[in-house]
């Protein structure tokens, strides 16, 4: 519970942060950061197919390291930008996702999740540790 709160309380600060910008550019920057948004969630579709059809042992924390290494380097390249306002779109619907369907794991696969009807239980750097902790207070 405490996960999802934190996921959900997360993502609607990041949408606070994000949704300013969109206020503030045209409507050709609006399609701009939403276009890095889409293109991440079409990575991370692609991402969601290759790890549930081949590679469905890959250790949690080394494909956890792997989904969220592209997200990370589209802020970091893209930060102050388009990109990154993108970026943290995708991630904040993600992470509110991941909150009300009760994923745990990484978010950035919530979404693709979501459409696939599948989770590919991915380790998050930052949740899983609060995902254990639940687990082992709930059963």
Same mark, same amino acid.
């Given at each position: ?8 309380? @997360? ?11 969109? /206020?503030?550019?045209? @409507? ?17 579709? =692609?991402? /969601? ?8 042992? =890959? ?12 997200? @990370? *380097? ?9 990109? *990154? ?5 995708? @991630? ?29 239980? #991915? *380790?998050?750097? #930052? ?13």
């Amino acid at each position: 519970m405490i996960g999802r709160i934190l996921r959900l309380s @997360l993502g609607i600060f990041f949408v606070s942060e994000v949704w300013p910008v969109y /206020q503030s550019v045209t @409507l050709e920057g609006i399609l701009i950061r939403a276009s890095w948004a889409v293109a991440l969630l079409l990575f991370y579709i =692609i991402v /969601q197919m290759v790890i549930v059809n081949f590679f469905s042992g =890959i250790n949690h924390v080394v494909g956890a390291i792997l989904a969220f290494a592209p997200f @990370l *380097a589209v802020f970091i390249l893209g930060y102050g930008g388009p990109a *990154a306002t993108g970026a943290l779109s995708f @991630l904040s619907v993600s992470l509110i996702v991941s909150a009300l369907r009760s994923d745990s794991g990484c978010e950035v696969m919530s979404v693709p999740g979501l459409i696939f009807g599948k989770h590919t239980h #991915l *380790a998050c750097i #930052l949740f899983s540790p609060v995902d254990w902790i639940e687990g082992v207070f709930t059963k």
